[in-house]
């Protein structure tokens, strides 16, 4: 039946990826970029810079300058030493990205994201596994460090196992008080999944992909609380909490705490149709505005 400590620590093949400045273009406008951000949004902007979250998608795109097919490039496991589950019930359950470096406009060949299986858990109700992605340079520097959380439903093997190796960036619950800042974001028709993929997952049909509405909550709260300031951005928490379904409107509700480090920004994100929250457990940290560039 195997044995799921042999997992941990498994290191996968790693993936070529690439990007130009248009990519990084359509990716800010993608998640809600204002008319005024001009240094997210306007490629001739004398402080135009990458928003940090993008690198979270080049695990979908690898160095292609056209259009990918999403099911070739996710493995879901890949050669991962699993014992078999049922792959086509696997859902993204949280997602930490961590800046380390900012990256160029035009990446230019010989950048790689290296991937390692980093944890696993048994909960008897599925088995969660842990992934490190980072994104490593041509002279190989680490410029962004992601953790992905994927959920087996239903799998079991060994419950009660959990063996985790690398210490990651964690979320957090917001405070009792009322948000300081609520922002709102109505996603477009057009923003959407293939329907037959959300009817195998058991949604019913169309919904959205997961990093999409993570974007939006990351531009909301660096708009606010960071004077969309790209190079404010240290890190982003969240847990995918339920699926969003394109043209519903989403509220980012954040709390800020000041620290000497920096800010600590919790947050949650709810659809407002239903009340009903997508994205729990969120933290990002911003760095102090001394520290940031400005704008």
Known sequence: MGDLSKAVGFELASLPVGWNQRDLLLYA???????????????????????????????LKGDSQTITDFAKMVSHGGDIPLPPFDRTRVVHAEQT????????????????????????????????????????????????????????????????????????????????????????????????VDPKLGKS????????????????AAH????????????????????????????QTVETLAWKESRADGDYITFIQRIKETGKVNLSNGLIVLKPASAGARL
């Open 29 to 59: 406008a993608t998640i809600g970029t204002r008319a005024d951000e001009l240094n997210l949004n306007y490629e001739l902007h004398p402080k135009w810079a990458p928003f940090p979250t993008y690198p979270l998608v080049l695990g």
């Open 97 to 192: 990205i961590q800046v380390l470096k900012p990256i160029p406009a035009n990446s230019g060949p010989g950048w790689k994201i290296t991937k390692r299986v980093t944890g696993i858990k048994d909960t008897g109700k599925g088995i969660i596994m842990e992934q490190e992605n980072c994104l490593v340079s041509p002279s190989g520097e680490i410029h962004t460090r992601m953790f992905g959380s994927s959920f087996y439903v239903g799998a079991t093997h060994q419950k009660g196992f959990s063996k985790f190796i690398v210490q990651k960036p964690e979320g957090a619950n917001p405070p009792s008080r009322a948000p300081d800042m609520v922002h709102a974001d109505h996603l477009s028709q057009s923003l959407a």
């Open 201 to 216: 997952m058991g949604f019913g049909g169309v919904i959205l992909h997961g990093l999409c509405f993570y974007g939006f």
């Open 220 to 247: 909301a709260v660096l708009a606010h609380f960071g004077n969309s300031d790209p190079s404010r951005f240290v890190s982003m928490a969240a847990r995918f909490a339920s699926p969003v379904v394109p043209g």
